[in-house]
């Protein structure tokens, strides 16, 4: 049994986002434990609940980035559901957005008036651009943010077109950042009793994870730029992609203890002594020779699997390059308890992805699934002082909008 509760327990996040990075970071910050109140428009609600996968009408895209929230689903057009929002947000810790910027600042919700409002409040907002620079206003989704960060141009082989990442990894990478921004400003919050903005944009997330391209290019005096080099990596040999009879693996041996291992189970000490591999700088000098002692290798192998023990008999890293279903089978994410099983009301038990939190006394196992549209109106409002009939009314007028 746990002996703590999670770390952010007795937190309140009005989390008014939508898609991706926003929603994923709020649904972080429920899994560490916070009350995220979920606030939707009527009659669509957040944008990712029309994106697929679609099962009895429910969205897979939502159910994983909106698990443990409350729903609530207000017209803001209508002064009572701004009302509604001003007082919800009286009684937050942080609100999360991810509107063009000046977007809610129309509606009174932009940071000015809403720190006025609530002086302590923690305000994150999520944009492509960020909130200042020359293409603050522009719109953008993850791909525009990994296409101008350089990340793309260094994706698959030279001479084609590079291939999308097939994983939202601005949007991730931003919520991630979010999370660690919004639990700093808090801790700052608790020394000087007040909040403050966060302005998160895809495009410096991108950019701040280079962790080679940009000092090649910087420290060459830029006359280095990283460019497509296909299935390996020419400063890292051999660090990269390799067939086998029966599908690919990775194998990482570009340290030298690692590359001696494996010459010696490939070619034998012949092989682990040869000059032309000693060291990092001869073997990038020799790539093309070392990689075909490793493709002769693998391809000589009876199948994955056959290379996988043999490589791991020996403490090379390396591992299958694995479809999904292969992933889930997976004993190490089985044991990690990195797929988690919910009972939704509609869809039955339902498996999907977890988030990477371990903490030694507290449980950060998501406490429902996601909300239905509006699910939470009544609580919601009641809990800020609106009395049954004032409820009752907003939900006749459409100002409060709940799935039927």
Known sequence: MPAQPPPLQGIRVVDYSHFLAGPFMSRALSALGADVIKVE??????????????????????????????????NLKDPRGLDLMRRLVGTADVFVENYRPGTLDKLGLGYAALSELNPRLIYCSVSAFGHTGPDSSKP????????????????????????????????MYTGAHGIAAICAALVGRANTGRGQHIDMA???????????????????????????????????????????RDGYLVIAAQVDDAWVRLARLIGGEELAADRRFLDPASRNANRLAALEYVRNWTMAQPSR????????AVDVPCAAIQRIDEVLADPQVQARGMVIEQDHPVLGRIRLPNLPFRFSDSDTTPRCPAPSLGQHNAEIATSLGFTAEEVA???????????P
Do not use: W
């Not at 730029?225 to 390996?232: L, R, Y």
């Not at 009314?393 to 799935?403: E, F, K, Q, S």
């Open 305 to 312: 699997a056959a290379c996988i023990a043999a490589l791991d």
């Open 202 to 244: 895809l495009l410096d997330c991108m950019v701040s994870m280079h962790d080679f391209a940009v000092q090649r290019y910087t420290l060459s005096g830029g006359t280095e730029i990283p460019v497509q080099t296909g299935h390996d990596q020419p400063e890292s040999t051999v660090y990269g992609v390799f067939e086998a």
């Open 41 to 74: 428009r009527p009659k669509a609600g957040d944008a990712g609940r029309a994106h697929p996968i679609f099962v009895q009408g429910q969205s897979g895209y939502f159910l994983q980035q909106n698990m443990g929230k409350r729903g609530l689903c207000l």
């Open 393 to 403: 009314a907003m939900a006749r007028d459409g100002v409060l909008y709940a799935a």
């Open 140 to 171: 953008g989704f993850g791909l525009i943010a990994e296409a101008r960060s350089g990340a793309m141009a260094q994706l698959g082989s030279p001479g084609e077109p590079p291939p999308l990442f097939r994983m939202p990894l601005a949007d």
